[in-house]
């Protein structure tokens, strides 16, 4: 005979808790946590009696497992593509997240539109109804005869659905609508989310069907529960980039099926999202000329060599304790490299408010960007101008050396094809390099103040 009993759950990281707590033992978040009913069953299952099934029958050799050709579908869409290892695999789970308006639905319904070319698409919606999402089919051009609309909040409904219909491609947008009736939990809650996930889970495994799951995030930017759903499913893919801002960069956390390292960038236009094959450009474009305190960087996102606009200013403090203000970039990291340029250079800032800003609402979060931003933070306060052509890259020591980067070629080929003529590189990664192969002018440097001495 099964009992009911309250039990609370923390809605950040799913910790559950026999009474109410104020702050989560488990993540430290207040006023987490929810009240649920847990069904606990008095008996443990089957009896001592029954045995479990012998599944040695079951067991297959590694050579014996075929693999399809196409066990991958094409999106459509390269910059997607590449985030995904490759394309959609069969009987994977996909979550896409991201802050409300930043275009999650716009590039499922996008997506729709080439899938359903050659196969059946169906969109399970519990916060449009049918005819909302026909009007922003409309204005993104998906008019393809293959795409399925159902509207439903039922989880269990949803499933049996799927698996009578069996289409070739499942949406849901998105998980905190869904719901399973039996739960006596409310949408949205940690156990609502939990099992709905696990339930598509186990339908896209069992028919081999891609399952696309959209999930919206709290207030603190995460996805709600995230503890309990990113070992379920098989990616992970976030939506960043500001609602105001009309670029959008995608980026995997989680992937089963290819690397985590790729990125995709987007522009929001009045059509949709437009793939833009350019990054570089992108973020580049509009850098003030004859200006100091401004630098390029290169990082690697995976295997793409993407060039950002570094933008330092240091101005005389009027508080107590100067003011250290970035964006994109790491705070402490940039505590550390002020340090550096006061203890090893005499560059004392103590006095002054340091603001940095990562231009295009990208993240440098690599080591190669310390060595811009110190050059950055250098041309700021000695006021004098970086030429617009240089670009530098390296990891900066706490002795104020310039240590090696990876990928070194690829990060000089990608300046190159941009234009720049003058390339700042850490002197231990030239040796790995041959100039002559390229027409920039390569500087290698082993120290700060060999790298700033080109600064005029």
């Not at 693999?67 to 394309?87: A, H, K, P, W």
């Not at 985590?260 to 236009?269: A, K, R, W």
């Not at 793939?275 to 990082?299: I, K």
């Not at 606009?309 to 964006?327: C, D, F, G, H, I």
Request: proline share 4%; net charge negative; charged share 20%.
């Amino acid at each position: 005979m099964a009992k009911s009993k309250y039990i609370y759950i923390c809605n950040q990281c799913g910790y559950e808790s026999s009474k109410w707590n104020g702050k989560c033992p488990s993540c430290g978040a207040w006023n987490s946590f929810e009240e649920n009913i847990s069904q606990t069953s008095a008996s443990s299952g089957r009896s001592s009696a029954q045995s479990a099934p012998d599944l040695s029958e079951q067991i297959l050799e590694l050579e014996q497992i075929g693999i399809d050709s196409d066990v991958r579908y094409d999106t459509g869409i390269g910059e997607l593509n590449r985030v995904l290892g490759g394309g959609l695999v069969k009987g994977s789970l996909v979550l896409l997240s991201g802050e409300p308006g930043i275009g999650k639905s716009t590039i499922l319904l996008q997506i729709c539109q080439f899938l359903g070319q050659e196969h059946s698409v169906l969109y399970v919606s519990g916060e449009e109804s049918a005819r909302q999402i026909k009007l922003r089919a409309n204005r993104l051009g998906v008019d393809t005869e293959n795409l399925y609309i159902l509207t439903s909040t039922d989880a269990e409904a949803v499933s049996e659905t799927i698996s009578s219909c069996t289409p070739d491609i499942v949406i849901i947008d998105s998980i905190q609508t869904v719901s399973i009736n039996r739960i006596s939990s409310s949408p949205g809650s940690v156990t609502q989310v939990r099992e709905c996930t696990n339930l598509f889970m186990h339908t896209a495994k069992k028919l081999e069907i891609p399952v696309i799951i959209v999930g919206h995030v709290n207030k603190d930017g995460v996805i709600a529960g995230p503890k309990v759903m990113e070992h379920i499913v098989d990616a992970v893919l976030y939506f960043e980039g500001e609602r105001h801002q009309s670029y959008r960069l995608l980026r995997a956390v989680k992937n089963r099926f290819g690397s985590t390292n790729e990125i995709g960038v987007f522009e929001m236009i009045d059509k949709g999202l437009r793939e833009v094959e350019n990054p570089s450009q992108m973020l580049l474009d509009g850098r003030p000329l004859n200006v100091s305190g401004t630098c390029v960087a290169c990082v690697m996102e995976g295997t793409r060599p993407i060039l950002a606009e570094v933008q330092a200013l240091a101005s005389k403090t009027s508080y107590s304790a100067p003011r250290r203000m970035v964006t994109g970039f790491d705070f402490n990291r940039l505590n550390i490299i002020i340090a550096v340029l006061e203890k090893r250079l005499g560059i004392y800032m103590g006095s002054l408010d340091v603001y940095l800003n990562i231009v295009g609402g990208f993240k440098l979060d690599e080591p190669a960007g310390d060595l811009p931003v110190a050059m950055a933070l250098y041309s700021g306060i000695m006021d004098k101008q970086i030429d617009e052509h240089l670009i530098a890259f390296g990891e900066i020591g706490l002795g104020g050396e310039i240590r090696s980067v990876s990928h070194i070629e690829q990060r000089i080929k990608e300046a190159e094809r941009m234009g720049f003529t003058t390339c700042i590189i850490p002197k231990q990664s030239a040796g790995s390099i041959n100039p002559k192969k390229y027409n920039i002018n390569i500087i290698p440097v082993s120290t700060l103040k060999q790298a700033f001495s080109v600064i005029k």
